[in-house]
């Protein structure tokens, strides 16, 4: 829980701020005590540790690690930050891959968005060469899979054999963008081989998994059918094709362990997306990031009664050839919970279809922003006394995890916003959306009644609108001008009259649109209490909370969550966990600003790329140098800020912030898995793969420059946003030209994409951070 002063003297002093247009510079000092007692959070009392088990044999001694500094790695450093290594240096003729998920053709989080966009990248690259492994469960398979026969004979005599031993064993192809080939294990066929394959895992590891936890033995039966496959394919290979086999996550884990406990020439990566003990802890408030050197790891994961799985997961870590994470922060966090610093960070990408003409993306913002306004037209109906053209909708969506999603400083800060904008009585209204799922009985009853009244609103004005319209057509046809008052007759008036009635109500709009179940311990529905943001008349800030994902069939907000991104103005994500971050990358592919901080992997990649974010849509908190209360005023004065631009600026922004999805394409991000697999190879095979680093590049690596188009900031605007100034006014044409601006950037983006050898140099100290 964050707590935040609540005296009015914080909002005289960010008044004072705003006038002075003074933006609190990054810290990049160690905390003082001070501000290691402001950022200090409590753990919640511990219940009981749970089962202590054996330490896994696999793992290193927690003894002596130095405390790591939040370090550059290889691929945080530039785009051209790896070693020499072009597609063509992997013979993949000679190469089978095969990555192994848990979330292959299985939604479940966000893992199942890296392997589902990342497909069709490697399979172009890997062609008939490139294979996915994952559990079978019917309700996904039925809509996704489209099965068919191996067409490798080695693929099909190894799944013969596994169905010759009474596994059902399916392959096909995955219905996605590459259509890449699956092989599906079916769990519950396999289940009757548990205790053996436990007691297997534990003479190898000395690691024991307790009955009661199902994900755990789903983990082991997973991952022995994986090993057993493998090792049946492999025994038919004497020299090529050569094997990788890349694992991701802990519950893929364990055919890594049983593959290098069997010595299988198979090359293996691991890559961690999230440490299991690191969001456990995030989830408790913990002060997490401050405290990386001082946990007790065993301790802490027994008294979670998550210890076995941790074992798991660190063993992992530890006997793959090749360690990977997602990002810079989950580096730092890996080398103190999983005692290992990455090989390679390999960042999250996204499929990018770019539009032919830049305009089209406006548009498609447009259509949807009208959407959105009509839904709120039926919410806020009887209240709807704010301009539509001058409302901003902001949102925030994820899993519902109050703190690690930064839906507790969002709050606060949205409280702050409010009082701003009621103190300079500005005309702009801010709607925020919550899409998170928790616990529903059904849609809230007020909500659809609004968009009932909404609806009969509608109906109404088009029949009056009809029959106005005939008796007008009527009278010009006579060539008369038709007498106003008598156009619209007492039945018309009448009509109207009920219309009018039927839009009063004596509450207030609800501010979610569904019945929770547990409406009294909701985390966000408490705060808004707190807050006091009730949608009144007077606020400026509105709050709506949908707790449950969007839907095109939905009967209150008839959109995908893609159709919804696009029609809002700002996506907030001010989280404190977040090892990389999907939904502000989402945003900007689509052209849409947002907010994310230096404590998410996706933050922390625009910061190393972009020379300016803040020009291009991407508002970065500083959550980890500055005390909770500094930060929520800084996102603040974010929010506040994008309010003041107008709509042109918002429009140059959106177009500046849809040319870094270049950034984000797998075309570009694919090349560090490429790293990783030809590491795994040299490690795995060095007779056969070698790897010679390059010179180091004479730069330190390719970053977006801060536009020129627009001149910087006004002292009416912060630093680095496109605010109005009356420059802009004189010589609109002159002085932003969008398509040469996009031109320069695609020029800026091409050349420097060449993958060279990480700059040795000293590591920064701890404490020590760059903007």
């Known amino acids: 829980m964050l707590w935040f002063r609540s005296s009015k003297s914080f909002f005289y002093l960010l008044l004072r701020e705003e006038k002075e247009r003074a933006v609190a510079p990054k810290q990049s000092r160690p905390f003082s005590a001070h501000e290691q007692t402001a950022l200090t959070r409590t753990a919640e009392p511990a219940t009981g540790p749970g089962p202590l088990l054996t330490a896994v044999a696999f793992v290193v001694s927690t003894q002596g690690l130095k405390k790591m500094p939040l370090a550059r790695s290889l691929s945080m450093t530039s785009l051209n930050g790896l070693l020499q290594c072009e597609d063509e240096d992997l013979p993949v003729e000679d190469l089978l891959l095969f990555e192994i998920s848990w979330e292959v053709t299985n939604k479940v989080g966000g893992i199942y968005t890296v392997i589902q966009t990342k497909a069709k990248?490697?399979?172009?690259?890997?062609?008939?060469?490139?294979?996915?492994?994952?559990?079978?469960?019917?309700?996904?398979?039925?809509?996704?899979?489209?099965?068919?026969?191996?067409?490798?004979?080695?693929?099909?005599?190894?799944?013969?054999?596994?169905?010759?031993?009474?596994?059902?064993?399916?392959?096909?192809?995955?219905?996605?963008?590459?259509?890449?080939?699956?092989?599906?294990?079916?769990?519950?066929?396999?289940?009757?081989?548990?205790?053996?394959?436990?007691?297997?895992?534990?003479?190898?590891?000395?690691?024991g998994i307790p009955f009661h936890d199902r994900e755990a033995n789903d983990a082991v039966i997973f991952g022995s059918l994986t090993a057993w496959f493998l090792k049946e394919l492999s025994c038919q290979f004497d020299d090529k094709p050569n094997i990788i086999a890349h694992f991701h996550e802990w519950q893929a884990g364990v055919g890594l362990i049983l593959s290098r406990s069997q010595k299988l020439p198979v090359a293996t990566i691991f890559t961690t997306h999230a440490t299991l003990l690191g969001r456990y802890l995030c989830a408790a408030s913990i002060d997490f990031y401050n405290n990386l050197d001082q946990f007790d790891i065993d301790k802490e994961a027994g008294e979670r009664q998550i210890y076995h799985r941790y074992c798991m997961e660190r063993a992992s870590v530890h006997c793959a050839h090749v360690f990977t994470t997602v990002s810079q922060i989950t580096a730092t966090e890996a080398e103190h919970m999983l005692k290992k610093c990455p090989d390679v960070v390999t960042p999250n990408g996204l499929n990018i279809k770019k539009f032919s003409a830049m305009h089209e993306f406006q548009n498609l913002h447009s259509m949807y922003k009208a959407r959105i306004q009509e839904f709120i037209r039926g919410h806020f109906y009887g209240h709807l006394d704010f301009d539509l053209d001058k409302t901003l909708f902001f949102f925030i969506a994820g899993r519902y995890e109050f703190s690690n999603k930064g839906a507790d400083m969002f709050l606060e800060a949205l409280s702050r916003l409010n009082f701003l904008l009621r103190v300079h009585k500005t005309d702009v209204t801010v709607i925020v959306?919550?899409?998170?799922?928790?616990?529903?009985?059904?849609?809230?009853?007020?909500?659809?009644?609004?968009?009932?009244?909404?609806?009969?609103?509608?109906?109404?004005?088009?029949?009056?609108?009809?029959?106005?319209?005939?008796?007008?057509?009527?009278?010009?046809?006579?060539?008369?001008?038709?007498?106003?008052?008598?156009?619209?007759?007492?039945?018309?008036?009448?009509?109207?009259?009920?219309?009018?009635?039927?839009?009063?109500?004596?509450?207030?709009?609800?501010?979610?649109?569904?019945?929770?179940?547990?409406?009294?311990?909701?985390?966000?529905?408490?705060?808004?209490?707190?807050?006091?943001?009730?949608?009144?008349?007077?606020?400026?800030?509105?709050?709506?909370?949908?707790?449950?994902?969007?839907?095109?069939?939905?009967?209150?907000?008839?959109?995908?969550?893609?159709?919804?991104?696009?029609?809002?103005?700002?996506?907030?994500?001010?989280?404190?966990?977040?090892?990389?971050?999907?939904?502000?990358?989402e945003c900007t592919v689509m052209g849409i600003p947002s907010v994310t901080t230096n404590l998410s992997g996706f933050g922390c990649f625009m910061q190393e790329h972009v020379a300016d974010p803040e020009a291009y849509g991407i508002y970065i908190v500083d959550r980890r140098f500055r005390s909770p209360d500094e930060s929520c005023n800084q996102l603040t004065q974010f929010l506040y800020g994008f309010c003041q631009q107008n709509r042109r600026q918002r429009i140059i922004q959106r177009n500046r912030t849809e040319r870094l999805s270049d950034l984000l394409d797998w075309k570009y991000l694919g090349r560090y898995y490429m790293h990783a697999r030809h590491l795994a190879l040299s490690r795995t095979f060095p007779d056969k793969f070698e790897m010679e680093p390059s010179a180091p590049p004479k730069t330190e690596g390719f970053r977006y420059p801060r536009p020129s188009s627009v001149p910087p900031s006004p002292?009416?605007?912060?630093?680095?946003?496109?605010?109005?100034?009356?420059?802009?006014?004189?010589?609109?044409?002159?002085?932003?030209?969008?398509?040469?601006?996009?031109?320069?950037?695609?020029?800026n983006i091409k050349s420097p994409f060449s993958l060279g050898a990480l700059p040795q140099g000293k590591k920064k100290q701890h404490g020590e951070y760059r903007n």
């Open 121 to 207: 990248t490697t399979a172009d690259e890997w062609g008939e060469n490139y294979f996915l492994i994952g559990p079978y469960f019917e309700q996904n398979v039925k809509t996704q899979v489209e099965f068919s026969e191996p067409p490798n004979p080695a693929v099909k005599k190894a799944m013969d054999a596994m169905k010759s031993q009474g596994c059902q064993v399916f392959f096909g192809r995955w219905l996605i963008e590459g259509s890449p080939y699956v092989l599906l294990f079916d769990i519950g066929s396999a289940a009757w081989n548990l205790d053996k394959w436990k007691g297997g895992f534990w003479e190898v590891s000395n690691i």
């Open 715 to 747: 002292s009416a605007s912060q630093h680095s946003s496109p605010h109005h100034s009356e420059a802009e006014d004189d010589d609109e044409d002159e002085r932003y030209d969008e398509d040469e601006e996009a031109e320069r950037d695609r020029q």
């Open 433 to 585: 959306f919550f899409i998170m799922p928790a616990k529903t009985n059904n849609f809230n009853v007020e909500t659809l009644k609004g968009q009932a009244v909404r609806k009969q609103l509608w109906d109404t004005a088009q029949s009056v609108k009809e029959k106005f319209g005939r008796k007008l057509y009527n009278a010009l046809l006579k060539g008369e001008i038709p007498d106003l008052n008598k156009i619209l007759d007492r039945d018309d008036i009448s009509i109207m009259k009920r219309a009018i009635f039927s839009t009063q109500r004596h509450s207030l709009p609800p501010v979610t649109t569904h019945n929770m179940i547990d409406d009294s311990n909701d985390p966000i529905l408490n705060t808004i209490r707190r807050i006091g943001l009730f949608n009144n008349r007077t606020d400026r800030v509105k709050v709506i909370l949908h707790p449950e994902f969007l839907s095109s069939t939905s009967p209150l907000l008839p959109l995908d969550y893609e159709e919804f991104v696009r029609g809002c103005h700002l996506g907030v994500f001010p989280s404190y966990y977040e090892p990389w971050g999907y939904t502000p990358a």
